[in-house]
């Protein structure tokens, strides 16, 4: 049985670095070079194949924005570095995220080379500077997505939303959709283990998936939120509002 296990956990690491090359030779040699469509679409079918690599399920319940869905602000509890795969293979998205994640190994690169909007948390002035660019991105036709509370957990609770890049949807005149994520065993409970949060590296973090026999990620897609006469703060506590009841945290 473990010699078994063994086989399977080699198997899925052969699969994992072959796609990750595979990634990086899209990422510098392709995207540079294709269109916006091919490259969301390009993006969306490797997000997807890195999932099956470390055979992570992933169950959406709700109603999923349509296919041509654009100009849409999407926003989420976070909790692991597979957060960003999940969505993206279900939805081509444009992410705003944190600079740090451009040290990640291999991943930040390629999360670079995915179009991501960066925040560097550190810097107080780049506040107008992130919501005039993801507007423009909005009214450009892109999806975004953002994280509001700024740092990923264990899953086990939702911390408060940050609520300054939301303005750029109300300044975009589209809508705000909330996604629920939850990281589950097979008896319903929440799978710490799949976090990426804390101490723990992001090498780390992938073997303890890796260790995982059935990881599994549910994606709650909840009741898209209108901005027209709403302020950026009310925005974001009804958003978190609506996580946490699905959660039930």
């Known amino acids: ?4 296990n063994l086989a399977t956990r080699l198997y899925r690491i ?16 392709v995207l540079p070079f294709v269109n916006k469509s091919t490259t969301l679409s390009l993006i ?28 849409i602000m999407f926003v989420a509890n976070h909790i692991s570095w597979a957060d960003i795969h999940a969505l993206n293979s279900l939805i ?10 451009k040290s990640w190994p291999v991943f ?29 991105s909005l009214i450009a036709g892109d999806n975004l997505c953002f994280f509001p509370e700024g740092t990923t957990t264990d899953g086990t609770l939702v911390l408060p939303f940050k609520s300054s890049v939301l303005q750029a949807a109300i300044t975009a005149e589209t809508h705000i ?5 939850r990281y589950i065993k097979q008896d ?20 303890q998936v890796l260790m995982q026999k059935n990881p599994a990620i549910e994606l709650h897609f909840l009741a898209p939120i209108l901005t027209s006469g709403q302020n950026r703060r ?16």
């Open 1 to 4: 049985m473990q010699q078994s």
């Open 14 to 29: 052969s699969c994992i670095l072959i796609h990750t090359t595979t990634g990086l030779t899209l990422a510098t040699f």
């Open 44 to 71: 969306k079918w490797w997000c997807g194949g890195l999932l099956r690599a470390f055979n992570i399920k992933v169950t959406t319940y709700g109603n999923l924005p349509v296919p041509n869905s654009q100009g």
């Open 92 to 101: 081509p998205l444009r992410f705003i995220a944190k600079s740090d994640i």
């Open 108 to 136: 930040g690169y390629l999360v670079a080379k995915a179009n991501t909007l960066f925040i560097d948390r550190g810097k107080r002035q780049q506040a107008g500077h992130i919501v005039e660019i993801s507007s423009a």
């Open 177 to 181: 959709w909330p996604i629920a994520i």
């Open 188 to 207: 319903g409970s929440i799978n710490k283990a799949m976090a990426y949060a804390g101490e723990t590296t992001l090498m780390e973090s992938m073997h």
């Open 234 to 249: 009310d925005l974001a506590q009804a958003a978190y509002d609506a996580i946490v009841n699905r959660l039930v945290i």
